[in-house]
């Protein structure tokens, strides 16, 4: 049980922000909002996670909404190397992971 | 760096034998994991380990084992492949305390069964 909705695909300008939405409208109190990206024949890479505040790391930023049931992914100047699928998955305990959103940055 | 290794990056298998898939983390993390990755299904969990001698089923852990006997390493265990075990099988790790930690990923093994 995934436990997430995510748009199957979304395109972005090379230079713009990406902005990628997630549902997760039965979340739980003492769930963690995860994002993963995983570049083809690569294993899945760690982007961010957060509770309930907005989070920023070097790679992206986390937007909450404040009853928590959705969130944004937003990374700042998507580049060529971002395409990637991406994976927002709540968590307690292990880890699931739904079909992502394949993100296409172009030219 | 953190690390996840897993022992082969391509594997072929006849229909029938027994195969294993070894991981092993070098971060000291009580928490594995196994999935398999097929196209348009995503990653799927196989089995999990909180601790050495630990495991749990996931969402398909039909026609696999695994086991833990130390920390650092964690192996799934095809008894008799099949063909429909064709697959991406990723490894991960994270640390205990469930919540609030990322996991770290493996570059996995494609295996084929024929």
């Known amino acids: 049980d995934a436990k997430t909705t995510q748009p199957p695909s979304m395109d972005c300008a090379e230079g713009r922000a990406a902005n990628l939405p997630c549902n997760h409208s039965t979340i739980s109190g003492n769930e963690y909002v995860y994002w993963y990206r995983q570049i083809h024949s690569q294993g899945p890479q760690y982007i961010i996670h957060?509770?309930?505040n907005n989070e920023t790391n070097e790679m992206a930023s986390l937007i909450i909404t404040e009853d928590r049931k959705s969130s944004t992914l937003i990374l700042p100047h998507a580049t060529l190397r971002d395409t990637a699928v991406y994976y927002c998955?709540?968590?307690?305990?292990?880890?699931?992971f739904g079909s992502g959103t394949k993100l296409n940055v172009k030219p | 760096d953190v690390k996840v290794t897993q022992s082969s990056r391509y594997l072929v298998k006849r229909t029938g034998e027994k195969v294993f898939l070894e991981c092993v983390q070098d971060m000291d993390h009580e928490n594995m994991f196994w999935y398999r990755q097929d196209p348009g299904l995503g990653l799927r969990l196989i089995y999990f380990?909180?601790?050495?001698?630990?495991?749990e089923k996931g969402d398909i852990p039909e026609g696999y084992s695994v086991s833990r006997e130390k920390k650092e390493r964690f192996s799934l265990i095809l008894e008799s492949a099949s063909t429909n075990q064709t697959s991406m099988y990723l490894c991960?790790?994270?640390?205990?305390?469930?919540?609030?930690?990322?996991?770290?990923f493996g570059q996995g093994t494609r295996l084929t069964v024929v």
């Open positions: 380990s909180y601790d050495v001698k630990m495991k």
């Open positions: 957060g509770l309930k």
């Open positions: 991960a790790s994270s640390l205990g305390g469930w919540e609030n930690t990322e996991a770290f």
């Open positions: 998955i709540v968590r307690v305990g292990e880890f699931y």
